[in-house]
C-alpha cells in the first residue's frame, strides 16, 4: 500500500496493460483448448510476448517499492526510529499474504474435489509442498516443476525474496539502500550462474529474471533525485520499449535465463521510464472516464492477475458444455473471458482485497494511524 500522493497514475495504468497481458496470454490457451473440442480453428496472437506481462510487473514492483516506501522506510529516520523494517514488511505482508492465501486454498480445495477442473501437476500435492506454498517458499511439485501449488505464485515467491533484500538495506538513505539492492541482486544471480546450486530455494532465487527488480529500483532512485523528462523523451521510450517487445514476439522461444532480462526486462524498463519520469502538474480537471477507469484497473491489477485463471478455466468448461463455444467462434470466447476476468477482478479487489488487506494491516501495523491514508498499490 502507498499514499494517494505518492501514487503515479501513468505506473497505475501500466500495471493494467501488464495485468492484461498475462491475462490474454492465459486467456489463448484456453480458447485454443475450446476449439480443439469444437473442431473450429484458432491461432493464438504472436502480436506480442503476452507472459512478458510479469517482466513489467518486476520492473514496476521494483519502482514501486523504493518510491513509495521512502517516505517512512529509506529515509534515514527509519533506521533511528527502529522501526522502518517492522512498518515496510508489515505492509507487504499485508498486502500481499491475505489474497494469495486465499486463491491457495481455494485452488487446493478445488483440486481436491474435482482434479479434472485443474491442469495436473505431476499427482496430488504432499503436506511439504502445501506448507511451501504458503510459506512462498521455493520447492519442486512432484512434476518436477519449482511451483508453488498455486502455479502463478512464483512471482510471489520471486517478490517475498526481493522484499527480504530490500528491507536489509532499509535505513541506509535511498541511494545507498538502492545500491545495496542492485549489488545484491546482480551478486545473487551471478553466484547461482556460477555456482550452480543443487538446493532449489537457491537456485530459484538466483534465477537472472530477479534482475529486472533492480531495473526498476534504479528508474525509482532516477526520480527520487529529480530525474524528469519531457513528453517528446517518454513518448520516445514508450515507443522504444513497445518496439523491442514486438520485436521478441517475433524472434523465436520465449526468453530464459540472462536473455530474460535482457530481452523482456529491457523494454519493460523504458515502459516504467516513460510512465515513471514525468514532470509533475496540476490536474486541471478530472482524467476521462478510459484513464479513471485504466487507473481503477491497475489498482485491481494483482486480483486480476490471481484470479483470472479461475474465471478463465469456469467459462471454459460452461461455454463447452452448453455449447455456446462453436456459436462464439474462439476470438469470442476469448474476449468473453476476458471481459469477464476484468470484471470479477474488479469486484474481488473492492470487496475482498480491500478489506482483507486493510484487517492484516490493522492486526500488523499498531502504529498505522500515524501514517497518511494509504491506497492500494
Not at 246 to 264: C, E, N, S
Not at 305 to 315: E, S
Amino acid at each position: 500500500m502507498t499514499p494517494r500522493s505518492t501514487q503515479i497514475l501513468s505506473v497505475q495504468i501500466l500495471r493494467a496493460v501488464a495485468a492484461l497481458l498475462v491475462v490474454m496470454h492465459h486467456a489463448q490457451a484456453e480458447a485454443a483448448a475450446l476449439a480443439q473440442r469444437t473442431g473450429a480453428a484458432f491461432a493464438p496472437s504472436g502480436l506480442l510476448p503476452w507472459a512478458g506481462g510479469v517482466d513489467v510487473f518486476f520492473v514496476i514492483s521494483g519502482f514501486i517499492i523504493v518510491h513509495a516506501a521512502a517516505p517512512h522506510a529509506v529515509g534515514r529516520h527509519a533506521a533511528q526510529s527502529g522501526g522502518g523494517r517492522r512498518r515496510f514488511l508489515a505492509h507487504r505482508i499485508a498486502r500481499v499474504v491475505p489474497l494469495y492465501w486465499l486463491v491457495t486454498a481455494l485452488y487446493l480445495a478445488v483440486g481436491l474435489a474435482a482434479p479434472s477442473a485443474l491442469n495436473g501437476s505431476g499427482g496430488p500435492p504432499d503436506a511439504g509442498q502445501v506448507v511451501a506454498s504458503f510459506l512462498f517458499w521455493p520447492a519442486a511439485r512432484p512434476d518436477g516443476a519449482v511451483l508453488p501449488l498455486y502455479g502463478l505464485g512464483w512471482t510471489l515467491n520471486c517478490e517475498m525474496a526481493f522484499y527480504a533484500l530490500f528491507a536489509l538495506g532499509l535505513g541506509w538513505g535511498r541511494r545507498a539502500g538502492v545500491a545495496w539492492l542492485v549489488a545484491a541482486l546482480v551478486g545473487i544471480v551471478l553466484a547461482g550462474a556460477w555456482l550452480k546450486p543443487g538446493a532449489v530455494p537457491l537456485a530459484f532465487w538466483s534465477n537472472p529474471v530477479m534482475l529486472e527488480f533492480g531495473l526498476g529500483a534504479v528508474i525509482a532512485l532516477a526520480r527520487g533525485e529529480g530525474v524528469r523528462l519531457g513528453g517528446p523523451a517518454r513518448a520516445g521510450l514508450a515507443l522504444a520499449g513497445f518496439g523491442l517487445l514486438l520485436l521478441v514476439a517475433r524472434t523465436g522461444p520465449f526468453p530464459d535465463g540472462f536473455l530474460r532480462p535482457l530481452a523482456l526486462g529491457i523494454p519493460a524498463a523504458f515502459l516504467v521510464a516513460a510512465a515513471a519520469l514525468g514532470r509533475s502538474r496540476t490536474q486541471a480537471r478530472p482524467p476521462s472516464p478510459v484513464v479513471s477507469a485504466l487507473a481503477a484497473l491497475g489498482d485491481a491489477s494483482y486480483a486480476l492477475y490471481l484470479v483470472h485463471p479461475f474465471v478463465l478455466r469456469g467459462l471454459r468448461e460452461a461455454l463447452a458444455r452448453i455449447d455456446l463455444a462453436l456459436w462464439l467462434g474462439p476470438w469470442v470466447a476469448l474476449g468473453v473471458m476476458v471481459a469477464l476476468s476484468v470484471v470479477a477482478a474488479l469486484l474481488v479487489h473492492r470487496h475482498v482485497e480491500r478489506p482483507m488487506t486493510r484487517l492484516a494491516r490493522a492486526r500488523l501495523d499498531p502504529d498505522r494511524h500515524s501514517l497518511p491514508r494509504p491506497k492500494t498499490v
